[in-house]
């Protein structure tokens, strides 16, 4: 099982950047990829990014392309996602999860970091 921590969430002005933090302790090794969801009220949960764990290969949702970015620091066992030109739109609940290696299920999830973008 991985354990999961997010962090670095909050509130901003329309414009802004966040980076969110999620450090992961626990079975690391089985991680393939470690993924960014969001959900906002009423909306379903949606992959807003994804970092492969070793190889650091990224897929970014198309329509957040050129705002936000994933990066991760091996070392730290620390995924981020850097987001800027915030919007209202942004706002929501974001949560990491990570993706087991045999399942490839997004088996293990953290308690989410909510992020409001006011205009």
């Known amino acids: 099982q991985v354990h999961l921590v997010e962090s670095g969430g909050g509130s901003v002005q329309a414009g802004g950047s966040l980076r969110l933090s999620c450090a992961a302790s626990g079975s690391t090794f089985s991680v393939y990829y470690m993924g960014w969801f969001r959900q906002a009220p009423g909306k379903e949960r949606e992959l807003v990014a994804a970092?492969?764990?070793?190889?650091?290969?990224?897929s970014i949702k198309d329509s957040l392309k050129g705002r936000f970015s994933i990066s991760r620091d091996n070392a730290k066992n620390t995924v981020y996602l850097q987001m800027n030109s915030l919007k209202p739109e942004d706002t929501a609940v974001y949560y990491c999860a990570a993706q087991d290696e045999r399942s490839f299920d997004f088996g293990s999830w953290g308690q989410g970091t909510q992020v409001t973008v006011f205009s």
């Open positions: 970092i492969r764990w070793s190889g650091g290969i990224t």
